[in-house]
């Protein structure tokens, strides 16, 4: 019987790939309520916008292949590049008239991720953070952002915050560091340095 090893990788990427386009920036389009000021009115119009476009430019990105879910040398093509980048526009105005809109800070994150910039990311997601402890998508998308910088330890004290906050974002991140760690050992030196 031939072992199929090689293929769990493969198979275990794309359930990670997967599910992190159908979450993308991790919530749907969203309404104000009918209590909300002009801003809010206007800012969730501008996230709804963003929304819509990275749902655009992730279907475009369905056909690459994406190996880990943490590695962004792989980038969209042109067309899923432009969507990106208009959607943190959007995004980026979403937060300028609500300073406290998590999930646009969320998103603003998760289009600087796609994009490859990986420090924009990172301080995007750490606003999100500090305006929700417990926002567990922005904690795992962080964890991902750190292992794309070759910061293991980092991602590793975003699982062990989502495990303590019980959440499910937690086994993906599991599963994208122990991908992360194969791929270490696999580019490791045979003698063991």
Known sequence: MRSHRHLFPIVLATMLFAAGSALAGGTETQA???????????ATAAYNEGVLKVKRADAIGM???KTFAYDYAARPDGKALREYEQAIGDFATAVS???DYKEAHNYLGYCYRRLGKLEHSLAAYDKAIKLD????????????????????EKAEAELA?????????????EMSIGMYRDREKQAAPAGGH
């Open 133 to 152: 402890p417990k926002f567990a998508l922005a904690r795992e998308y962080r964890g991902e952002t750190y292992l794309a910088l070759g910061q293991p």
């Open 63 to 65: 056909g690459m292949s």
């Open 32 to 42: 104000p309520s009918a209590k909300a000021d002009a801003n809010t009115v206007k």
């Open 161 to 173: 915050e989502l495990k303590k906050q019980g959440s499910d974002q937690a086994a993906v991140l």
């Open 97 to 99: 008239l609500k300073q």
